[in-house]
């Protein structure tokens, strides 16, 4: 089916580069990369190609003019980056690219305006602040705890439980690896384990409800390791 979108998209484009508005055709190039972004796990396409149809739907959809379809398109770009089989070395600037994209969108999306869009790219720059390879890990974390309060002023429990799911469970992963005192790590980080534990049980029960059992079992790996940090502290 995804072979089956991709020949149509690339068949409808000369026609409406020749007739249609640009932002027809922008639509078009931005559906086309998700195509393409969903061939990549096929091996029938490139994450490169999916970025390129993202980057050309880009020059339509600016942040100025259309500000939502900007975002989703820096969302989609950033995780295109992050997707991207790069060597070692090139790790770095991978994740940095990933950063400014969703930094670039959240320059034209606004909490009030645009809440859901808003949400979204807060989380995802919280997670990939969260695993930026640099030698600050602290100031990232504090970083993402800040961006991942952002997104929880737009999702909640009752209101998008998955996504409250997902944040709260991401916040959970940086107060892990945080330490209460950040002007001294190595006191450790007992008050952040008991947070990160909350969030954790309350994630791991609305998956549950959801029957998301993949996410149970990896939530429910995850309190094994704090409750054996919890005793550590306690010994």
């Keep these: 089916l995804l072979l089956e979108a991709k020949t149509a998209y690339e068949?409808?484009?000369?026609?409406?580069?020749?007739?249609?508005?640009?932002?027809?055709?922008?639509?078009?190039?931005?559906?086309?990369?998700?195509?393409?972004?969903?061939?990549?796990?096929?091996?029938q396409a490139t994450m490169q190609e999916a970025i390129q149809a993202y980057q050309k739907?880009?020059?339509?959809?600016?942040?100025?003019?259309?500000?939502?379809?900007?975002?989703?398109?820096q969302n989609n770009i950033a995780i295109a980056y992050l997707s991207l089989p790069l060597s070692p070395d090139q790790e770095k600037m991978r994740q940095g690219m990933a950063v400014q994209s969703f930094e670039a969108a959240l320059k034209w999306v606004t909490l009030i305006d645009h809440p859901s869009e808003y949400a979204m790219l807060q989380n995802n720059l919280a997670n990939a602040l969260q695993y930026l390879n640099t030698t600050h890990p602290i100031d990232n974390n504090l970083k993402a705890l800040?961006?991942?309060?952002?997104?929880?002023?737009?999702?909640?429990?009752?209101?998008?439980?998955?996504?409250?799911?997902?944040?709260?469970?991401?916040?959970?992963?940086?107060?892990?690896?945080?330490?209460?005192?950040?002007?001294?790590?190595?006191?450790?980080?007992?008050?952040?384990?008991?947070?990160?534990?909350?969030?954790?049980?309350?994630?791991?029960?609305?998956?549950?409800?959801?029957?998301?059992?993949?996410?149970v079992n990896i939530v429910t790996e995850m309190l094994q390791d704090i409750d054996r940090e919890i005793a550590a502290f306690s010994q």
Excluded: C
């Excluded at 739907?57 to 398109?73: C, D, H, N, R, W």
């Excluded at 002023?153 to 997902?166: F, H, I, L, W």
């Design 11 to 43: 068949t409808a484009l000369p026609i409406l580069e020749e007739h249609a508005s640009p932002e027809e055709i922008g639509e078009t190039q931005m559906n086309l990369g998700v195509v393409l972004q969903g061939l990549v796990n096929f091996r």
């Design 57 to 73: 739907a880009a020059k339509v959809f600016t942040g100025e003019s259309y500000p939502q379809e900007f975002a989703i398109l």
């Design 146 to 215: 800040a961006a991942y309060d952002e997104a929880l002023k737009v999702r909640s429990r009752q209101d998008t439980p998955m996504e409250y799911a997902n944040t709260i469970a991401n916040k959970a992963n940086v107060l892990f690896n945080l330490p209460d005192d950040v002007e001294h790590p190595e006191a450790g980080n007992p008050n952040n384990l008991k947070q990160s534990q909350a969030y954790y049980q309350e994630a791991k029960q609305i998956f549950g409800d959801y029957g998301q059992w993949e996410r």
